[in-house]
């Protein structure tokens, strides 16, 4: 691990901002830190890049702790940078930006125009040097921000919420640069944002926030499709989550028998994949162990799929069919039908 952070805690004006909060980056990662907007996200970067010290805990870097003060602290925190989510640049040229971190280290004038002008084609601002960035776009601002976070070749690059305030082409456009760099420069990114389909997009490792706690780890297809908690599965976008009975024959949800393939026993939670059900005007044979009669309430379009919300027994159970299914099984509101779907797409936590 290239950067761990042990049972931080943080409070500000008599509150509590983070409570015991456990963080272990894999060297080379894109680290995501999601969670909905004041879950203590930004609080955790800046203990993370050093910026800020805890209430309690402490940070350790490549296996060494980091001390509270001194030169062994700023040597730590000068191989890290912080882009935030408004970056701040100097009055004058892209050039005097960029340049600005390797001129206070020292550097040669020659090696400083070689490093700025790679850094600039890393981030697609070729020919901008002389540009004054008073003039500068949203997205060039941001590209800015980065080139003169990169030029210094850190071992970690922090990133708070980078496409919060971009248009949403200049946001995607954002995604795919930030994905390519951390490709090109094995430098280990940590990104906060309370959008999870940025963490889909550009993760590999995670955590997800909630009220000053870490509420799951992981790889970011373990935090996707293995969702520990109710809150989490509600985060990353799970629909048909019950509150459910788990005995010897399967799942009893309201009057519903749901069979699944856990061993879990007693009180807990599943979820049902839309994407996983089928719904057909009749009863059929087929491989699936679920298999429940029901009414279509309503049928609205999501995008190109449309959401079929069907009541089985005072359930109601949400499908994703596509336009040619809807079409072809002629499906309608008040429509008398069948559901189905394997025990195995039934997640259980």
């Known amino acids: ?22 963080l272990s980056v894999p060297r080379g990662a894109f680290f995501v830190l999601m969670g909905p907007t ?45 882009v935030f989510q408004r970056p701040v640049l100097f009055r004058g040229s892209v050039l005097s930006n960029v340049e600005w971190g390797l001129r206070i280290r020292g550097v040669s004038s020659d090696k400083i125009g070689r490093s700025v002008s790679r850094v600039l084609e890393m981030v697609g601002l070729e020919g901008y040097a002389d540009r004054d960035s008073a003039t500068l776009s949203g997205g060039e601002f941001q590209r800015v921000a980065l080139a003169r976070a990169l030029v210094i070749e850190p071992e970690v690059l922090i990133l708070d919420e980078p496409t919060t305030s971009l248009d949403p082409n200049l946001r995607l456009s954002l995604l795919r640069r930030l994905k390519d760099l ?85 009180h807990g939670f599943l979820a049902i994949p839309p994407e996983s059900i089928v719904v057909s005007r009749e009863t059929t044979v087929t491989s699936e162990r679920n ?39 002629n499906l309608t509101e008040d429509q008398d039908v069948c559901i189905s779907f394997k025990a195995s797409s039934v997640h259980v936590f």
């Open 1 to 22: 691990m290239i950067l761990e952070l042990e049972n931080i805690v943080q409070r500000k004006n008599g509150h509590q901002i983070l409570s015991d909060v456990d």
């Open 38 to 82: 004041g879950c203590g996200k930004t609080t955790l970067l800046r203990i993370a890049g050093l910026l800020d010290k805890p209430f309690s805990g402490r940070v350790m870097y490549s296996a060494q702790p980091i001390p509270s003060r001194g030169k062994e602290r700023l040597e730590v925190r000068r191989r890290m940078v912080t």
């Open 182 to 266: 951390h490709l090109k420069t094995g430098i280990t990114f940590i990104m906060a944002t309370h959008d999870f389909a940025d963490a889909l997009s550009l993760g590999t490792h995670g955590v997800v926030m909630r009220n000053g706690r870490i509420e799951q780890t992981g790889t970011i297809d373990e935090i996707f499709y293995s969702p520990s908690t109710p809150f989490m599965a509600s985060f990353v976008g799970m629909k048909n989550v019950f509150p459910a009975e788990f005995g010897e024959d399967g799942a009893v949800v309201e009057e519903l028998l749901v069979r699944h393939t856990s061993d879990k026993k007693g």
């Open 291 to 329: 298999h429940y009669a029901g009414t279509i309430v309503s049928v609205e379009r999501t995008g190109s799929i449309f959401s079929i919300s069907v009541n089985c027994g005072n359930v109601l159970i949400v499908s994703s069919v596509t336009r040619s299914a809807l079409s072809e099984l």
